[in-house]
Nanobody
Framework: QVQLVESGGGLVQAGGSLRLSCAAS????????MGWFRQAPGKEREFVAA????????DYADSLKGRFTISRDGAKNTIYLQMNSLKAEDTDVYYC??????????????????WGQGTQVTVSS
């Protein structure tokens, strides 16, 4: 069983930064493809960023490139999402997700096997 626990959300002013963390349990974290998604009330969950098992490949939603950075620390079984130049429209619940069985980068919800409980990010304008 894999558990994912997000942290680092909170309230920040527009233009500010936050770093989200997602700590994963599981014996083979280093082999997981990981991703971040976000969801606003009443809306579908949307892709934010993905990282492959080694951390050598990443992918981002086009609208977020240049502001958000995904990374992973295998020694800590943790992935991160560094969010800079935050805007009011970045206000969402952010979720991390893990794909245990495939190699690559994945941008669709259906490709992930496990999800965290989410962490709220609120950007005030």
């Amino acid at each position: 069983q894999v558990q994912l626990v997000e942290s680092g959300g909170g309230l920040v002013q527009a233009g500010g930064s936050l770093r989200l963390s997602c700590a994963a349990s599981g014996p083979t974290f280093s082999s997981y493809a990981m991703g971040w998604f976000r969801q606003a009330p009443g809306k579908e969950r949307e892709f934010v960023a993905a990282i492959n098992w080694s951390g050598g490949s990443t992918d981002y939603a086009d609208s977020l490139k240049g502001r958000f950075t995904i990374s992973r620390d295998g020694a800590k079984n943790t992935i991160y999402l560094q969010m800079n130049s935050l805007k009011a429209e970045d206000t969402d619940v952010y979720y991390c997700a893990a794909d245990l069985y495939r190699i690559g980068l994945f941008i669709r919800e259906s490709e992930y096997d496990y999800w965290g409980q989410g962490t709220q990010v609120t950007v005030s304008s």
